[in-house]
């Protein structure tokens, strides 16, 4: 990936926010070298050191808030820690959800790598609204109130309607438009590719203090181009 691909949204002295694309990690693991990590493309980019305040996953798209120094990394960090930062998810749920809105609050215990909904976990809640139904799917919004590894994935999985494609919570299995549209016709010689082939989860919006101008911004992320594909095509073939 180029860095030319990251989407700035906004930076100052002493925060950059970036829009981040699918299928990249935000800091190196074990098989990942840093510069192709989003810490990495934003060190070169900017030419100075970054400081990680949180992060989503590989295959999550969306806002993604980075510090530039010391001082911010820890003002943001501690909103986070005190649960004074507002977060917006769109996710795209397989099955049909039935409930309007609802709340989530059902621990999660996190073991080394292994997350799981367990009595001896920490609290954690993530609040929901149903955006728009499919056939075999449901747009929701979610908002979740604490920040635990994998929350929104685990907790839709809970309800028994994982996300639409995650191959860890549920099925890893691309939407086609084949599978959506009746009267799909192949092309000939021509192999038909996924509307999307990964995790249907877009942190859509943010919300924080900014040291310097002492008030709250929210910052937003439109969807990305094969998420926004799927759903135009769901809402002309399968409602």
């Not at 004074?84 to 409930?99: C, M, T």
């Not at 999985?157 to 191959?167: F, N």
């Amino acid at each position: 990936m180029k860095k030319e691909t990251l989407e700035i949204i906004y930076q100052d002295d002493n925060i950059i926010v970036i829009n981040k694309p699918s299928g990249v990690l935000v800091i190196p693991d074990q098989h990942t070298n840093e510069n192709k990590t989003l810490v990495g493309m934003l060190k070169k980019q900017l030419n100075q050191k970054i400081w990680v305040v949180h992060r989503i996953d590989k295959d999550t798209t969306g806002i993604l808030v980075f510090a530039k120094n010391a001082e911010t990394h820890r003002f943001i960090s501690m909103q986070f820690e005190n649960s004074e930062i507002k977060k917006k998810y769109i996710a795209l749920l397989s099955g049909v959800l039935e409930d309007e809105e609802g709340v989530i609050d059902k621990p999660i215990l996190i073991s080394g790598r292994d997350v799981s909904i367990d009595e001896t976990g920490k609290k954690s809640v993530t609040n929901f609204k149903v955006i728009e139904r499919f056939k075999g799917y449901t747009l929701v919004e979610a908002q979740p109130q604490t920040g635990r590894r994998h929350q929104i994935r685990i907790h839709f999985w809970s309800l028994g309607h994982p996300l639409a494609i995650d191959a860890q919570y549920g099925g890893a299995e691309p939407i086609y438009l084949s599978s959506v549209k009746r009267k799909y016709k192949e092309k000939k010689g021509m192999e038909e590719k996924p509307l999307i082939n990964r995790l249907t989860l877009h942190a859509a919006a943010l919300t924080l203090t900014v040291a310097d101008k002492n008030e709250k911004m929210t910052f937003e992320a439109a969807l990305p181009k094969d998420f926004e594909l799927t759903l135009k095509q769901l809402r002309k073939y399968y409602k």
